[in-house]
């Protein structure tokens, strides 16, 4: 493929895009606690809208699976409408956005929870790490585990919500099963000691992921739906890496891969810079293991190695995330190799327009 390949058209399953650049989703705490996304995000979003796709910010599928203040939802019908205004901008501006669908499990904390409730997770094990409540980082609070007959209830959720992004106008959405979250916590061995149908097994801990994209596919197609692994990520809640990573993860790809899924959306190695080629795992084996859907790679690709791995077919696609945060026009500024905006960590996480949608500090033309 040609070393241009990253800025030519392509297709996501039933998703067709302008180009191969995605945009991360990055968490930003700027909704409200009522899961409302900030009338800021219409434009926000609008400003970003000439990567060939955007996945949304995790947006919590119902209040059971928030774990973060200030984190917006897609369970009541206002949010629905809010989330609205965000899609038409984007389609205005001719851009393709999906909807990120989270549950947090054991990632939250009883001020956080309808009633004060324990978080829920495949077994009652406390993540380690901090969440983000109204009072600052604190650390996540002791889970309970999910009943077996509530498992139901959860996959119920997924659905819904993807019935609401739906509504909302999204091109499709994202299933969220990774970075230590409820889904990955079924999935790794290390966090699930469940005796149940659940848990035991590769079969069974990937059971749960299984049944919720199928639910989500019911709703979309699952040519609009793709999901999102990080088999080596322990940068979340210090969660504890599976014992056999590269074999329980392929087996889930080979399973999402025969649902003919729009696109497998895959952290490569640790997150937060290190280095991607981690041991003991093989991403191209992986994608392989997927088949004829769409490769996403993700995890401190730059200019180069994006136009590498477009051109030498390594994936289909490239997620950037914090380039995004300061570069709004980071598709047009990749593409003539100029040189990015550095945003200061002080404006990822909450606060008003200043570092969201405007910076006081100008990026270099």
Known sequence: ??????????????????????????????AGMDGLPSPLAVEYYRQRASAGLLITEATNISPQGCGYAYTPGIYTDAQVA???????????????????LWHVGRMSHISLQEGGTAPVAPSALQAGGSVFTEKGFEPPSMPRALQTHEIAGIVE??????????????????VHAANGYLLEQFLRDSTNQRGDRYGGSIENRARLILEVVDAVAGVWGPDRVGLRLSPLSTAIGDTPLDSTPMQTH???????????????????GQMHGEDSSAARYDNAALRAAFGSGAYIANNGYDRQRALDATASGHADMVAFGRAFIGNPDLVARLRLNAPLFDAPFSAYFGGDAEGYTEFTTQQAA
């Open 250 to 268: 392929a087996y889930l790809a080979r399973q999402l891969g025969a649902r003919g899924l729009a696109f497998l959306h895959v952290v490569e």
């Open 82 to 100: 809010a989330w609205k205004q965000v899609t038409d901008a984007v389609h205005v501006a001719d851009g393709r956005i999906v909807m990120q």
């Open 157 to 174: 959720d997924y659905r819904q919500a993807a019935l609401r992004a739906k509504a909302a106008g999204f091109d499709g959405v994202e």
């Open 1 to 30: 493929m040609s070393s241009e390949a990253l800025f030519s058209p392509a297709r996501l399953g039933a998703i067709e895009v302008r180009n191969r650049i995605a945009m991360a989703p990055l968490t930003r705490s700027r």
